[in-house]
DNA sequence: ACACGTTACGGCAACCGTAAGGATT
DNA sequence: AATCCTTACGGTTGCCGTAACGTGT
């Protein structure tokens, strides 16, 4: 087996560059770092870096075996974390964190009494973290049915085509699919979807979208379009506050209905340790929110 | 540090139900169990198993500890095995691995002298597999696109539509979108990307589509057809051979042509290690194939 | 009495730090 | 000579197996 210990000295040793580096980065003598990475590089019966003169590099092998190193780490951390702290680690997409999960969260706290942490991030990486085990349950806008994990449906929510109070069609209830279709779209996070959508319900007018450029957080696209940059497709949770006090108006293509079904996500193997269960059956109630 | 050693016992403990079950699977004595598991309860400052008179259970927090310690000792035992032997591991969905990667594979082998492994599976088991570095990089239908990985196109395959040779369709070249959502579809394996498509090129006449039943894998989708249970929509590279042998017939709908393109998806971190990425050059060579 | 896990004890290997030794510039 | 890693040596710790000891049935 090997000793994670030694793990730990080869990666100080490939960060620093240096044996001594690396032992005062663990708090170790040098001769424990060097003894710690023979006796690894003994047990893989390969070399694993490369002892020059000036600093040391991964050997070709080191270079394999640094992504393992560096996930046996990691992973061995995020385990003693996760028994330390009995919390539940909610993980969110962006979008769902920032302006759909709060009020139910709050809902959480109010009538279970549970507090948990929430982790926010873009929607695949939240996937890879719930791959990881570094979160117990995950919102998210998007889910790609992989094994090992139970999704559920957890709430649908419309689409909005956002403009600014000053562009023309602010003053109108609806429009018409061609005129969407000429008008330049801003883009928020990537990855959550919403491109699918727009495809699934344009068909091959999807070609057609003229998307403009990629803003990277829906916050940014909020601001671009009521500064007058553009239009943009947002889910209606994201926008509540900005449309109720006319920071952006929204319209409707005739007879073009968006939405999105987000997603609750738990691993197979939590879904039977009781908090995690308990917190996933609060959030799911269909109960309605004051807010 | 964790020790991966207890960390193994308390996996042979919960997996046995018993201390002397584990002993005997891991070949030590029985009392080397007991006291690693203690050194590892003592570590975490947390009881991981329930020691009860006819069996043990894991406890809460041995729950939680569980998946944490299952990867820990596969993500070990896969490091070591990938040091051993310097073999890349390729992964590749279904229909990917069998119908199209294999004479690129040969090529690879003819031209380069390398012959990797292959680990064919579901396509996001694939992503899952290439996540934890199970294998080196991914030949896949569909990729989502997550962080620290870059992914290339590679190639793009029609979608055929496939009927049995005694199908009134087989006589026809051509026939109407409205025809082919009359009638009853066969599908496949799933999450490979190949319903996204349809959607996306049949916009919203895609939800009048009738998908019958599913049939988990390609070659059962072929076998059905021939037999005449119905229709279905498959990659090109999969039913070159029944086409040309007359065994199955394609037919195409007017004005649309359905295309899927595969990625070649390498993690960030292994695409600077050379034999990865000599393997990833020869095998996107846009050379053309004899066959 | 039996089955099972725990605890005590001794041997052995692993680990660590100090310090001396080599190699390269 | 200076720098950096390796190796030798001794003390300490941790780990393992044998065997004796509780504890429930």
Not at 242 to 266: D, H, N, P
Request: charge should be neutral; aromatic fraction near 4%; include cysteine.
């Amino acid at each position: 087996m090997l000793n994670l210990t030694h793990v730990r000295a080869f990666l100080a040793v490939v960060e620093e560059g240096s044996f001594h580096g690396a032992a005062d980065q663990l708090g170790v003598s040098q001769s424990t770092v060097s003894h710690g990475l023979k006796r690894l590089e003994d047990m893989l019966a390969s070399d694993l870096v490369i002892r020059h003169r000036d600093g040391c590099v991964p050997s070709h092998k080191g270079e394999i075996f640094l992504p393992f190193a560096r996930s046996l780490v990691a992973l061995s951390e995020r385990a003693v974390a996760r028994l330390q702290s009995d919390r539940i680690r909610i993980g969110a997409s962006s979008n769902v964190g920032i302006y759909l999960l709060q009020p139910h969260l709050r809902r959480l706290a109010d009538t279970a009494g549970v507090q948990p942490d929430l982790v926010i991030a873009a929607n695949p990486a939240i996937a890879t973290k719930l791959e990881n085990r570094e979160i117990d349950m995950a919102f998210l806008e998007w889910w790609d049915g992989r094994p090992g994990f139970e999704a559920r449906r957890w709430i649908t929510d419309r689409l909005l085509i956002i403009v600014a109070p000053d562009h023309p069609w602010a003053r109108r209830n609806e429009i018409d699919l061609e005129m969407l279709l000429q008008q330049p779209l801003l883009a928020g996070e990537k990855g959550t979807g919403t491109g699918t959508i727009l495809k699934e319900a344009l068909g091959t007018a999807a070609s057609r979208l003229l998307v403009s450029r990629n803003l990277g957080s829906t916050e940014a696209v909020k601001r671009a379009v009521a500064a007058g940059m553009g239009v943009s497709i947002v889910m209606e949770g994201a926008v509540r506050d900005e449309i109720a006090s006319g920071r952006l108006y929204s319209v409707s293509v005739a007879g073009l209905r968006l939405e999105k079904t987000l997603w609750c996500v738990v691993p197979h193997d939590l879904i039977t340790v009781s908090p995690t269960l308990e917190t996933m059956r609060h959030l799911l109630e269909p109960q309605a929110l004051s807010s």
